[in-house]
T-cell receptor, first 112, second 116 residues
Framework: DADVTQTPRNRITKTGKRIMLECSQT?????MYWYRQDPGLGLRLIYY???????NKGEISDGYSVSRQAQAKFSLSLESAIPNQTALYFC???????????FGPGTRLTVL | AQSVTQPDIHITVSEGASLELRCNYS??????LFWYVQSPGQGLQLLLK??????LVQGIKGFEAEFKRSQSSFNLRKPSVHWSDAAEYFC??????????????FGTGTRLTIIP
């Protein structure tokens, strides 16, 4: 079983809809991250969390919110989706004192 | 602020030929540098990382990278590529604290195509 899972893997939604992307991990890591990947722009950090009570904005947090429900779960929400939020979204985890981040398989989101 | 530049958007290499992917970084302190690979339809996998010490770093799948402080570079190399190496490659610099890797800043990626 994968250590970092993301659901759904693909989602098509309409402008103005609320959508939630979920990330779960079995690695026991404290730190979790949400990235967005766009062609030609690489990965950009949306939000990150160092533990359940610690949430931090990344470089492109506008239009997004997150919830850290437990050590193992970190959800990303788009309250009112817009077409330029069409992208590939990745969740990643890391542990305190480690330097490697472990990535999920990604969620491809299309906003029409 | 830290930044990473990958000047080559797309590289095409013949199978069996050597490969070098370029990465330049900007960071005020000693950089923590990473190369990740993204195979089609998959997430990112760490190839190798540099923190300190020997400037030539060995990674998985036969890849290596050399840290050159004077050139602010961390280029990825492989002596002989295989068709399975076709993927997108990302260089990243880590913002490290006493508690570990706080954040990664990624380059824009280099797509590698392998021709027979």
């Amino acid at each position: 079983d994968a250590d970092v899972t993301q659901t759904p893997r693909n989602r098509i939604t309409k402008t103005g809809k609320r959508i939630m992307l979920e990330c779960s991990q079995t690695k026991g890591h404290d730190r979790m991250y949400w990235y967005r990947q766009d062609p030609g722009l690489g990965l950009r950090l949306i939000y990150y969390s160092f533990d359940v009570k610690d949430i931090n904005k990344g470089e492109i947090s506008d239009g997004y919110s997150v919830s850290r429900q437990a050590q193992a779960k970190f959800s990303l929400s788009l309250e009112s989706a817009i077409p330029n939020q069409t992208a590939l979204y990745f969740c990643a985890t890391s542990d305190t004192g480690l330097y490697e981040q472990f990535f999920g398989p990604g969620t491809r989101l299309t906003v029409l | 602020a830290q930044s990473v530049t990958q000047p080559d958007i797309h590289i095409t290499v013949s199978e069996g030929a050597s490969l070098e992917l370029r990465c330049n970084y900007s960071y005020g302190a000693t950089p923590y540098l990473f190369w990740y690979v993204q195979s089609p339809g998959q997430g990112l996998q760490l190839l190798l990382k540099y923190f300190s010490g020997d400037t030539l770093v060995q990674g998985i799948k036969g890849f290596e990278a050399e840290f050159k402080r004077s050139q602010s570079s961390f280029n990825l190399r492989k002596p002989s590529v295989h068709w399975s190496d076709a993927a997108e490659y990302f260089c990243a610099v880590g913002e490290i604290s006493n508690f570990g890797n706080e954040k990664l800043t990624f380059g824009t990626g280099t797509r590698l195509t392998i021709i027979p």
